[in-house]
């Protein structure tokens, strides 16, 4: 299997991401920088956390615009899986790929810790590892997570089995204190209509072994790694 | 051109004495560019003119030590031709003015003093301090200084894993930010900043110069008053996007050997950074002022050498290689502009506009800093405090309730999870614990980092206070399993001018030298900032250290949480139940008197080596060491991370409230496997160390037999909410 990381100016988490995806693959992605307009031949596209462009203007707006990103929002149109973490998830959206948008978090701060995610809808190829209402662990780390789109897109959503990850307790509760950043419905990944195109603000590419605290995120990239091959 | 009078030089901030050096080395009157170069590079921030004399008596070699101060950062060899590379800076003064920019362009200040060296920085820290929780002020510089480390550390991926926070209405009018950073580079590979070469190219990288931040260096040695707010201007902006893409090109750049010589430009920009390579090379630099990128028009030739602009380096390539080194920049969409050339006049020369804007002799500028003996004076020894000296109170489980719930104890959680501390996938021990630790990225290795400082030890008696300061980072470290090698200063102190205040930097420094040479744990860089005083009051002393080690093997590190129900708890170490200076002391009785703890390096060597000995044997399952709120606080603390009670029986004729809050040094609470605690008595045995079983872990509540039982949930609420109610007062925004 092959894999291309995205790497815009000031991404980074795209050397954790391409640790996890050489720890499951046992081979390294590309890492395609931003300015290239072509894509390397890949089975999978991944756009790492970080601050693009320092967050000006707004967090993925400029990075959404890059030369890069028409390939691959072409890719996804063709069906390549793609996968969209934290700040990835933002230029998702602002590229129009996933639907709402990700607004300042409710507190108002960056928030940086561990959350229990419930496992929503059953996507064979991104989450088949997981039991469908399993609890996974992942860490969140931004600033601008919160969840936004309109009542009858949220409907849709949730309708659809479009909703990925939602924030939970330990025990799989949908509450206000285990949402770490006010998003609606508790809502921590999306898929677009298709299913190819997952984005989350939780990384799981920072929980890949016991000495890092947990081991959900290797769970994670095996199966996507065992699912694609 | 301005005319320099007497006026001028004094609002320059040197002295009648210093001008008249400056006359004599020039032998004419300078101009205005000229005396603003003297006056920057002769302020106490950037000559250490008062602090010299005693900062060069502390020990800064072991085998282990690559480079100590004198350079952008020290450097230490971890093995396997790796080296880390680490530095803490002071930003007191900036971030009491504008404290969201203050603290976030002293972080990418340090971040480059680091990443100037060739490494990549892999952590940083921060020791905050900050008024009394209650003082008007307080909530909104908290906020804004978190806020801004978080802003700058966040953005740059580099993990900010730790650091400590006091809260003291000493710091009401001068707030201390202090920020450390560790890096990682190979020792075959490692960058200095003396300039060399005749005629190689001096090149300029990073951001346009602009007119913010001219002058930082001198207010930052001059004392507040009320009118203090209107520094506002003086104050620089950060943009840590343009400081990671600054981060990135030069370790491109580093990867080739195109580079002679690097500095950043910190306090006192293009000045300081020129200065210094010239110097240390003991060569001349020619600058063309024109070709300094600028963000505004007009620039002076003044405004230009001392603005401080961030997120700019200073270079010198080897000859024929700007081309090479400019499509770097240029793909990282920074400017690059050769700027000057080294030149055998051991001169600095600017020109611009076709004119000369400053001529001046390098060494004399450089090495003729002012040095001063200030007077100082000895504090005078406070008196040592025992349990029988302290009343007894009722309930000592409502007293170790509000310990756990008093400023200095409570947790730091609200702060640092605003830090992004897990990005670049090494964190193996996250805020909260004695010391980080953090991988050395693919391989066993993994640096354990901690700051420590204990400033009303200092206040109370300078030398104790400042071994102490020392001891706490070494024995964080050890709890860990890590082998402390060794530490960075930031020292934090009032107006030297003043006696009393010299006598405290003086005791701290002398307790610092006892215990750098006890612990063979050196000294290899550092930072001093002297004025912390407003209208005549000054800070406690405050020698923040931040103490580096190397765990060989990071699947032996010990966290503090309590693990299995079980486990023996032990008291390795004495308790001696001095109670002066003690949190109890000040949160129970309301008092702040007495002597510190006593400090005995000899015995924080032995139980500290013993304790290391036990974990590379894989003997212990938790290890902490006692600290702020002496015993009592320390089992609390391990049964809230563990989440997970225990039963203590104290058996000592120490009066109860001496036993559990006199804050002992060169202790420890370790946990043990019953199957293993014969052989870990075994060998304190042999050593002549003394260990005592207190106790067991299990059930749900923290028991001390005859004293407290509380749940581990209540003592875990009363520990997490303090600073969340404080940062949820109105104002604290």
């Known amino acids: 299997m092959k894999a291309a990381v995205i790497v815009f100016p000031a991404s980074n988490c795209d050397r954790d991401l391409k640790v996890a995806l050489t720890h499951s693959m046992g081979r390294e992605p590309d890492m395609v920088w931003h300015g290239d307009s072509e894509l390397p031949d890949t089975d999978l596209i991944a756009i790492p956390g970080g601050f693009s462009y320092g967050d000006y203007l707004r967090a993925g707006a400029m990075a959404a615009n890059s030369p890069i990103m028409r390939e691959v929002v072409k890719k996804a149109e063709s069906g390549t899986p793609v996968l969209a973490i934290c700040n990835g998830f933002q230029i998702a959206t602002e590229t129009g790929m996933l639907p709402g948008a990700l607004l300042r978090n409710a507190g108002q701060k960056f928030v940086c810790r561990d959350v229990d995610l419930l496992i929503t809808s059953q996507n064979e190829r991104f989450v088949g590892g997981f039991e469908q209402g399993e609890v996974v662990r992942f860490p969140v780390a931004h600033h601008d997570g919160n969840f936004y789109a309109d009542d009858d897109k949220l409907n849709e959503l949730e309708a659809e089995g479009q909703v990925a990850f939602r924030y939970v307790t330990p025990d799989g509760e949908q509450t206000d204190e285990a949402n770490p950043n006010g998003s609606r419905n508790n809502i921590a990944g999306i898929y677009n209509k298709v299913g190819n195109v997952l984005g989350l603000m939780p990384h799981p590419e920072r929980l890949i072994s016991d000495e890092l605290g947990g081991t959900d995120g290797k769970r994670f990239f095996d199966h996507l790694v065992n699912s694609i091959v | ?733």
């Open chain 2, 1 to 733: 051109m301005t005319e320099i009078t007497k006026d001028i030089v004094a609002e320059h901030g040197l002295t009648e004495d210093e001008y008249a050096d400056v006359l004599s080395i020039l032998g004419r009157t300078p101009n205005l560019t000229e005396l603003g170069i003297f006056s920057v590079m002769w302020s106490e921030h950037c000559s250490y003119k008062s602090s010299k004399k005693w900062l060069k008596t502390l020990p800064t070699e072991a085998p282990w030590v690559i480079c100590g101060p004198g350079e952008n950062a020290g450097v230490i060899d971890i093995g396997d031709g790796q080296a880390a590379i680490f530095k803490m800076e002071s930003h007191n003064h900036p971030s009491f003015i504008e404290p969201y920019q203050g603290a976030a362009t002293g972080v990418g200040g340090i971040m480059r003093d680091v990443f100037t060296m060739g490494a990549r920085p892999i952590a940083n820290m921060n020791a905050l301090r900050f008024g009394r929780p209650d003082h008007p002020k307080t909530g909104h510089l908290v906020s804004g200084v978190v806020a801004g480390i978080a802003g700058y550390g966040n953005c740059m991926g580099v993990p900010t894993v730790g650091g400590e926070t006091n809260f003291h209405a000493s710091y009401d009018g001068n707030i201390l930010v202090n920020a450390m950073t560790v890096g990682l580079a190979d020792t075959d590979n490692i960058f200095y900043s003396a300039a060399a070469g005749i005629g190689n190219p001096v090149v300029y990288v990073g951001s346009k110069t602009g007119r913010d931040g001219i002058h930082g260096a001198t207010m930052a040695s001059a004392e507040f008053d009320d009118d203090s707010e209107e520094k506002r201007p003086t104050v620089q902006v950060g943009d840590p996007f343009t400081e990671k893409l600054l981060l990135e090109a030069c370790l491109e750049l580093m990867a080739t050997d195109a580079i002679v010589a690097i500095q950043d430009m910190g306090a006192a920009g293009l000045t300081s950074s020129s200065f210094e390579m010239a110097d240390k090379g003991g060569v001349g630099i020619e600058l063309n002022l024109d070709h300094v990128p600028m963000r505004e028009e007009g620039m002076t030739p003044y405004e230009i050498m001392l603005s401080e602009s961030q997120e700019r380096m200073l270079m010198v390539l080897k000859p024929g290689r700007e081309e090479e080194a400019r499509k770097i920049f240029e793909k990282w969409e920074l400017d690059f502009s050769v700027i000057g050339k080294v030149t055998d006049t051991g001169r600095m020369v600017l020109t611009m506009n076709g004119e000369i804007a400053a001529d001046l002799p390098v060494a004399p500028l450089a090495d003729a800093a002012p040095e001063y003996d200030r007077p100082w004076i000895k504090t005078p020894p406070p008196t040592i405090l025992k349990g029988e000296d302290v009343p007894e109170p009722n309930d000592l489980g409502d007293v170790l309730l509000k310990l756990m719930g008093s400023s200095e104890i409570a947790s730091r959680k609200w702060i640092w999870e605003q830090y992004d501390h897990m990005v670049m996938g090494d964190t193996i021990q996250r805020p909260g614990g004695d010391a980080a630790v953090v991988r050395v990225h693919g391989t066993k290795k993994a640096l354990a980092i901690t700051t420590d400082c204990t400033p009303r030890y200092c206040y109370a008696d300078p030398e104790m206070g400042g071994a102490q300061a020392v001891a706490e980072t070494w024995r964080n470290i050890t709890a860990t399993g890590g082998k402390p090698l060794a530490i960075t200063d930031c020292m934090n102190f009032g107006n030297p001018q003043r006696p009393e205040i010299m006598g405290q930097f003086v005791g701290c420094i002398n307790g610092m030298r006892r215990a750098c040479t006890a612990l063979d744990y050196p000294v290899i860089s550092g930072n001093v900032s002297l004025y912390n005083e407003t209208n005549g009051t000054g800070i406690y002393p405050t020698p923040a250290i931040g103490g580096v080690g190397l765990l060989a093997d990071y699947s032996k590190m010990t966290t503090l949480a309590f693990k299995s129900e079980g486990d023996v708890v032990m008291l390795l170490g004495d308790l001696t139940g001095e109670l002066g200076q003690t949190i109890y002391l000040r949160e129970i009785e309301g008092r702040e008197d007495g002597a510190p703890p006593t400090v005995d390096l000899e015995k924080e060597r032995k139980h500290g080596d013993y304790l290391r000995e036990m974990i590379e044997k894989g003997l212990i399952t938790a290890a902490h060491d006692i600290s702020d709120g002496g015993l009592g606080v320390a089992l609390a603390e391990m049964a809230i991370a563990g989440n997970v009670g225990a039963e203590i029986l104290l058996d000592t004729a120490l009066p109860s409230h001496a036993a559990l809050f006199a804050e002992n040094q060169a202790c420890y609470v370790i946990t043990v496997k019953p199957d293993n605690v014969e052989m870990v008595r075994g060998f304190a045995l042999a050593e002549d160390i003394p260990l005592h079983i207190i106790g067991t872990i299990g059930h749900t509540d923290l028991k001390i037999d005859g004293v407290l039982t509380i749940s581990v949930s209540r003592l875990k609420n009363v520990h997490a909410n303090w600073l969340p109610d404080l940062m949820s007062r109105p104002g604290s925004e």
